[in-house]
């Protein structure tokens, strides 16, 4: 048994403008796009994921993820004035390969322009052979969702489910994968 980490949006867009997407099927080409003028408008969560699939952590959410195993980057944003705490743009450098043929994603068309699939979507849940009981902080090896809204998956193991369900951290919550 292993958990996917869900957690809510946060009602911001992190990429400011399309240079970073395919201009045939609006898909990212790219996550390494740092955005100085970035303004997190809900600061309540540890853990939320802007609209076009980033992943923003709190200082409280990165001092939890830093013991537990997996490789990760946290990205200090700049400080507001309306921010109480320090918060981060998290990537996940560990990815775990998705059991297509257990999860049923359906994939989209193929875009001839950038290789990607336009979408991937209806996948059951996020199956993956490689999950044990002791995995760390990883991601899925698919980004789900379609164009600039793909997502990776957040997963871990049953051990690091239990150290963030006892850190009690705001917004996130774990969804069981068995």
Same mark, same amino acid.
């Given at each position: 048994? #292993? $958990?996917?980490?869900?957690?809510? %949006?946060?009602d911001t867009v992190w990429l400011p403008d399309a240079t970073t997407l395919c201009p045939a099927c609006g898909c990212? !080409?790219?996550r390494d796009h740092w955005n100085p003028d970035f303004v997190l408008k809900? !600061?309540? #969560? %540890?853990l939320g994921v802007t609209y076009d699939g980033f992943y923003i952590a709190s200082e409280r959410f990165k001092a939890v993820a830093e013991t537990l195993?997996?490789?990760? !980057? $946290?990205?200090?944003?700049?400080p507001r004035a309306h921010y109480r705490r320090q918060y981060y743009l998290m990537e996940l450098l560990d990815e775990v390969r998705i059991d297509v043929a257990r999860a049923g994603p359906q994939f989209g068309p193929l875009?001839?322009?950038?290789?990607?699939?336009? #979408?991937?979507?209806g996948a059951v849940?996020? $199956?993956?052979? %490689?999950m044990r009981a002791d995995t760390g902080l990883v991601r899925s090896d698919l980004q789900f969702a379609d164009g600039k809204e793909k $997502? #990776?998956?957040?997963?871990?193991g049953a051990e690091a489910a239990d150290v963030l369900a006892r850190a009690r951290l705001d917004g996130l919550w774990l969804e069981v994968v068995e």
């Open positions: 048994m #292993y $958990f996917e980490i869900q957690c809510p %949006d946060n990212k !080409t790219s809900k !600061t309540r #969560y %540890d195993p997996g490789r990760q !980057t $946290f990205v200090p944003l700049p875009c001839g322009r950038c290789g990607q699939h336009r #979408y991937i979507v849940a996020s $199956f993956s052979q %490689d $997502f #990776y998956a957040l997963l871990v």
